[in-house]
């Protein structure tokens, strides 16, 4: 066992053909393009755009397989409901906590005190392009929410690329396939499944190109926003990224140790997502292969494929604590007086409408806007103040709600007793070497 121990190390790949080293270098290629040439800087956005088009190209039918394959293969309904509820009780709690702590932050710090903003000096006409959406979203409520989870077509659902859609669709096809089970659930089911492998082989070739799509979104925020572009809201952004900071290691730290994993060897297993969303945006870029790489860890498919996708409509951490650091900030920079009502309000406003921020062109936006016409004593034309560096606190939030979901899927794994632990460590201490670019 020593030898084989020794001669692990020497199988491991040269390290520029590591994709953290490739996307790392990508990233600071492209600060240096923007702050050197800032307008070739800007042209290069069409290589984020691609790639972020060829990822969401194959999230909805990925999601669709390993979903179906994974319930009609788990052979026991009454554990997929169970993993479902279990799931959403985990959703809620982690939520709640997350907005709390954004609220506990914003008040500790007060990033927006001396401020002194008049809310007529501000330029309504900024909101323009979110105020529809945002009027839309605050009108149709819950129940408008529920309904657009059902699909018009499952042919609609997989066009759009509406992943809860997708997940609805599949939840039911793969319950029908299991209760059919025989010899023609099998075959069908065993299809889904070659086809799951060919399409994660498909992910392996797209996901090589990631480095072109991290260069491309650098060099155009350097180049459009300049290096000194968070000046004016410094202190908001530096904030969010600190409670970002203190929720991933403090919260989320102390549940994956509960689940007897390090969160820091967790972070580190999955640097090249980490490192794509950071770059990106945008957590969708990332998510064929996070599925991949969690199954790999040793958590069950069926948890996967349930986990993962609900929770980018269900479990928004890092938007959690931003939606109520955000409100604070405003009130505090408009000297707008909040009453112990108001922030009650804030919380249990926010806990509804940050569950429909997934897939909404400028979500948050969107859905700041929405909460802050909830919020009667807030003047709801402060979001132009958090217009400027939304960019910004994108980053981190996208990367946020991405830790949030993949302990997630970690811990109600290990509640469920669909993780394997040993594999898990072996993976994180790098005794097992994980490649999901080779599909």
């Known amino acids: 066992m020593s030898t084989i121990s020794a001669a692990a190390p020497i199988a491991r790949k040269p390290l520029y053909t590591s994709l953290f080293v490739q996307v790392l ?69 982690m939520t709640t906590v997350a907005l709390i702590v954004g609220l506990l932050l914003a008040y500790l710090f007060g990033p927006g005190h001396g401020m ?46 509406d992943v809860l859609q997708v997940l609805f669709f599949a939840i039911l096809f793969g319950v029908g396939l299991a209760l059919v089970g025989g010899e023609k659930g099998e075959r069908i089911n065993s299809l889904i499944d070659a086809v799951s492998t060919v399409l994660f082989r498909v992910m392996g070739l797209i ?26 809201l410094i202190s908001l ?29 967790f972070l580190g ?41 609900t929770g980018y409509s269900f479990n928004l951490d890092a938007f959690s604590i931003y939606l109520t650091l955000a409100v604070v900030f405003i009130a505090q920079a408009t000297n707008t007086p909040l009453s112990l009502g108001d922030l009650l309000l804030v919380l249990g406003v926010s806990l509804v409408t940050s569950k429909g921020a997934h897939g909404v062109p400028g979500s948050a936006i969107v859905i700041l806007a929405a909460t802050l016409n ?15 560096v939304d960019w ?24 469920e007793g669909d993780l394997d632990r040993g594999k898990a460590r072996r993976v994180l201490e ?6 999901v670019t080779a599909g």
């Open 25 to 93: 270098a990508a990233l600071l290629l492209g600060i240096v393009l923007g702050v050197a040439t800032p307008d070739f800087a800007i042209s290069l956005k069409i290589f984020s755009d691609a790639f972020l088009k060829l990822i969401s190209m194959i999230v909805a039918p990925i999601v669709f397989c390993v979903v179906v394959h994974g319930i009609a293969g788990a052979g026991d309904l009454k554990k997929v409901g169970r993993v479902g509820v279990k799931a959403l009780i985990y959703f809620e709690v």
């Open 116 to 161: 002194n903003i008049d809310p007529s000096t501000l330029d309504s006409k900024a909101l323009s392009t979110v105020s529809d959406n945002a009027h839309k979203l605050q009108g149709g409520g819950i129940g408008s929410f529920l309904l657009n989870i059902i699909p018009t077509t499952s042919f609609d659902a997989l066009s759009r690329n």
């Open 207 to 232: 996901v090589r190109l990631a480095p072109l799509g991290v260069l491309g979104a650098v060099a155009y925020t350097v180049g459009k926003y300049g290096v000194g572009s968070l000046k004016q």
């Open 237 to 265: 952004v530096a904030l969010f990224y600190v409670s970002v900071t203190i929720f991933v290691l403090g919260v989320l730290g102390g549940v994956m140790a509960l689940a007897g994993l390090n969160i820091f060897k």
């Open 269 to 309: 297993y999955l640097r090249e997502e980490l490192t794509i969303v950071l770059a990106t945006a945008s957590s969708d870029a990332v998510l064929p292969q996070i599925m991949r790489k969690l199954e790999r860890l040793g958590v069950k498919d069926s948890v996967v494929g349930l986990v993962i996708p």
């Open 374 to 388: 909830a919020v009667p004593s807030i003047p709801a034309i402060g979001l132009v103040l958090v217009l400027s």
């Open 392 to 415: 910004f606190i994108g980053m981190a939030r996208a990367l946020g709600n991405l830790i949030g979901n993949c302990v997630a899927t970690v811990v109600i794994a290990a509640w």
């Open 430 to 435: 790098g005794e097992e070497l994980v490649d």
